[in-house]
């Protein structure tokens, strides 16, 4: 989210100088590349450095391909901020950053919100990456650990749906609690004006 927010800022604010607009447009090209056509050069980089059967291939994965979406999301809502409250931020001796954790940051919440939470439900939900990134069953994420209990004959139905239970249970907790937040950061940046 600290990478996204900072991305996003960005590509906001500093839209005209040259070579931001080329990244934003990379960033949303990269965003259009399909996870399973990377498998194989993933884990090709994953087994040679030694990252296969650990967390921090599945914090590299997620973080690469969660990154550019929240960074539009987040960019969106930056262009409905109007720049006079920054410009009176930096005429009262605020720095860039300043600016950025005192004025944008509060003013943002709601939209930090919304995308953190798609961004948890992005990678709570995920399984191709999980599944062939981890073989370790002690090491396996929810999502690839219900393919635990389909065996090659029989599905144990009963303990699969408990399963699935336990693993909505978290996300809809989440919406209930933040559903004001949500509604008010999906539709922050809609309008302009």
């Known amino acids: 989210m600290f990478i996204a927010l900072l991305a996003a800022y960005t590509l906001s604010r500093m839209s005209k100088t040259p070579g931001i607009r080329a990244i934003g ?9 399909p996870v399973v056509m990377l498998i194989i050069p993933l884990y090709v980089f994953m087994m040679k ?3 296969l059967d650990t967390y921090a291939s599945m914090i590299i ?10 960074t539009w999301m987040l960019k969106s809502f930056f262009d409905s901020i109007p720049i006079d409250m920054e410009e009176s931020a930096f005429i009262d001796g605020c720095t860039r950053f300043g600016v950025i954790f005192r004025i944008i ?3 943002s919440l709601p939209a930090l919100v919304a995308t953190g939470l798609y961004a948890f ?3 709570w939900s ?11 069953d002690s090491l396996r994420t929810l999502t690839p650990g219900l393919s635990l209990l389909m065996g090659l004959w029989t599905v144990d139905w009963g303990r699969l ?7 909505v249970v978290p996300v809809a907790i989440g919406f209930v609690y933040l559903q004001k937040l949500i509604i008010e950061g999906l539709t922050a940046g809609s309008t302009k004006g």
């Open 121 to 123: 439900v992005h990678a």
């Open 25 to 33: 447009i990379g960033m949303l090209i990269a965003q259009m590349t």
């Open 161 to 167: 749906m408990a399963a699935s239970v336990v693993i």
């Open 61 to 70: 994965t997620y973080t690469t391909f969660t990154i550019p979406v929240v």
């Open 105 to 107: 940051l509060p003013i």
């Open 126 to 136: 995920e399984f191709v990456l999980g599944y062939t990134f981890i073989s370790d």
């Open 49 to 51: 450095a030694n990252l």
